[in-house]
């Protein structure tokens, strides 16, 4: 079992529990901010917060009066690594030619990073065992854990895939497959744990089982605290990188 250190968890839960707010922050920063340069900061801090919510001020700032504050959006754009900011650079109109070209290597950027060779592949499977969690906070922790994944490498499985279809796959690509079954269960100390049940995929060979587990703030805030120490101990227990 891994366990975020009681030392570490005091100490991340008040700054991650501020992480919605900073995002809020550095919005009103770029939309507000009467100094170009500080508006230019806020969209490269938004882009390095890792929060899919960064993609629409970001895709707003690139309409800013400003060509320095329109080419940091798009620097941010391709920091934060959202697909869904392809739309709008691929939309914006640009007439300065020093931005067009921080615009025109966000695109690159994110086309590459769509396009890069999978490592491994994965099917995923989430259930919520505490009986107190709201359908819509299940689905966001589902879609970061997705994220998660993805930014490791990791190609996902469609659900209820038929076997030779995943074996397809691996043979494809020339990797490996995992089942990772995830569940939500509350610790006796108030808090919630993750507890990520490993696979061979699609033979379904167990590999074994990494639990992380949090307490001390509201269950959003455990769940997106515990999702990236998941996903990073999963890969190194079953060796994703080699």
């Known amino acids: 079992m891994r366990l975020l250190p009681v030392a570490l968890l005091l100490l991340a839960l008040p700054a991650l529990a501020q992480v919605d707010a900073r995002v809020a922050f550095l919005t009103k920063q770029l939309e507000k901010g009467k100094d170009p340069r500080a508006r230019s900061q806020a969209a490269l801090v938004l882009g390095a917060t890792e929060e899919?919510?960064?993609?629409?001020?970001?895709?707003?700032?690139?309409?800013?009066?400003?060509?320095?504050?329109?080419?940091?959006?798009?620097k941010g754009l391709a920091t934060l690594k959202e697909a869904s900011g392809l739309d709008c650079l691929k939309k914006h109109k640009e007439a300065d030619a020093a931005t067009l070209v921080a615009v025109r290597e966000a695109i690159k950027a994110l086309e590459e990073f769509k396009a890069r060779p999978p490592r491994l592949y994965v099917a995923l499977g989430l259930k919520d065992k505490t009986g107190s969690l709201s359908p819509e906070l299940v689905k966001i922790t589902e879609e970061r854990l997705k994220r998660r994944l993805i930014h490791s490498g990791a190609l996902l499985a469609?659900?209820?895939?038929?076997?030779?279809?995943?074996?397809?796959v691996l043979k494809k690509h020339g990797i490996s497959g995992y089942q990772l079954n995830v569940e939500i269960t509350?610790?006796?100390?108030?808090?919630?744990?993750?507890?990520?049940?490993?696979l061979r995929y699609p033979d379904m060979a167990l590999l074994g089982q990494v639990d992380v587990q949090a307490a001390g703030a509201e269950p959003a805030e455990l769940l997106k605290a515990l999702i990236p120490?998941?996903?990073?101990?999963?890969?190194?227990?079953?060796?994703?990188s080699t």
Do not use: H, N, Y
């Open 158 to 168: 469609p659900p209820k895939e038929a076997k030779k279809a995943a074996q397809g």
């Open 186 to 198: 509350k610790t006796e100390g108030g808090g919630l744990r993750l507890a990520l049940l490993c």
């Open 52 to 74: 899919p919510e960064a993609v629409r001020p970001l895709c707003t700032g690139l309409e800013d009066v400003s060509e320095l504050v329109r080419a940091a959006a798009a």
């Open 229 to 240: 120490k998941a996903i990073e101990d999963v890969a190194e227990t079953f060796e994703w």
